[in-house]
């Protein structure tokens, strides 16, 4: 029921199945993420976990276009 827009950031070589540990599959989350009517995706090539310092300009742009 998120009314909101949502921005989803994820960086290209996070290892999702790592912060997950078998809670769900990729398959699982994706379904999760179609319920949101209002999401808005950014995948930041070379970029893991830690993106704001593998890739912080990319990420202030696209925080600026989805904030814009």
Excluded: N
Excluded at 48 to 57: A, E
């Amino acid at each position: 029921q998120i009314s909101a827009p949502v921005l989803w950031v994820e960086g290209a070589l996070t290892d999702m199945d790592h912060w997950w540990k078998g809670r769900y599959t990729r398959a699982q989350f994706e379904a999760r993420l179609q319920q949101v009517p209002q999401l808005q995706r950014l995948r930041l090539d070379g970029a893991g976990h830690m993106m704001q310092f593998d890739q912080p300009l990319a990420l202030a742009q696209g925080l600026e276009r989805f904030l814009g």
